[in-house]
Antibody, heavy 120, light 106 residues
Framework: QVQLQQWGAGLLKPSETLSLTCAVSGGSFSGYYWTWVRQPPGKGLEWIGEITYDGSPNYNPSLTSRVTISVDTSKNQFSLNVTSVTAADTALYFC??????????????WGQGTLVTVSS | EIVLTQSPDTLSLFPGERATLSCRASRSVTSYLAWYQQRPGQPPRLLMYEASKRATGVPARFSGSGSGTDFTLTISSLEPEDFAVYYCQQRYKWLTFGGGTTVQIK
């Protein structure tokens, strides 16, 4: 059974950089699109972006100027950086395994979520 | 960008009743639509993909239909654990979600 374990700082000040990492175990790392999704408190889901196992990223056009997703295949891990955070970036952040351009692009395994709060 | 519009925002039903949730896309996604269930404090759970295919372990009371721009998720008889928020999702160029439908106990 695939497991995604995520971690990172939960409290940031405005203008700081958000950094989260997700480790994948129990399944193949190749062939999937490793994805980040966020959910502001009480609101819906927003796709942040994804990266293929060989390192090709795709980002939400609304966030692309501040977001970097990277992958470390030697550790079966992938990471999210969001620069210059504001209160609008306060959300529950999820990592997930995606099917990318195949099928419906569905996200079939998810991490437990990390609450990131941006406050001065 | 393809926008997904879900309706209704909230559905109030009794256990045992049938739930019908709608998702409309701003342009055709053929059959490439997925549905998720999210319970409070948990990550979303994949229910359906390619509009009508159940994900592993999803009970048969969940079914999906539709193609093009109009899709439906049906729960034939609501169990207590089905009261949750449901999201549809598509992927054309990039991935987007609908705004969600809350299924609550009446």
């Amino acid at each position: 059974q695939v497991q995604l374990q995520q971690w990172g700082a939960g409290l940031l000040k405005p203008s700081e950089t958000l950094s989260l990492t997700c480790a994948v175990s129990g399944g193949s790392f190749s062939g999937y699109y490793w994805t980040w999704v966020r959910q502001p408190p009480g609101k819906g889901l927003e796709w942040i972006g994804e990266i293929t196992y060989d390192g090709s990223p795709n980002y939400n056009p609304s966030l692309t100027s501040r977001v970097t997703i990277s992958v470390d295949t030697s550790k079966n891990q992938f990471s999210l950086n969001v620069t210059s955070v504001t209160a609008a970036d306060t959300a529950l952040y999820f990592c997930a395994r995606g099917l990318g351009i195949t099928s419906s692009g569905q996200l079939d395994n998810w991490g437990q979520g990390t609450l990131v709060t941006v406050s001065s | 960008e393809i926008v997904l519009t879900q309706s209704p925002d909230t559905l109030s039903l009794f256990p045992g009743e049938r739930a019908t949730l709608s998702c409309r896309a701003s342009r055709s996604v053929t059959s490439y639509l997925a549905w998720y269930q999210q319970r409070p404090g948990q990550p979303p759970r994949l229910l359906m993909y390619e509009a009508s295919k159940r994900a592993t372990g999803v009970p048969a009371r969940f079914s999906g239909s539709g193609s093009g721009t109009d899709f439906t998720l049906t729960i034939s008889s609501l169990e207590p654990e089905d009261f949750a928020v449901y999201y549809c999702q598509q992927r054309y160029k990039w991935l987007t979600f609908g705004g969600g439908t809350t299924v609550q106990i009446k």
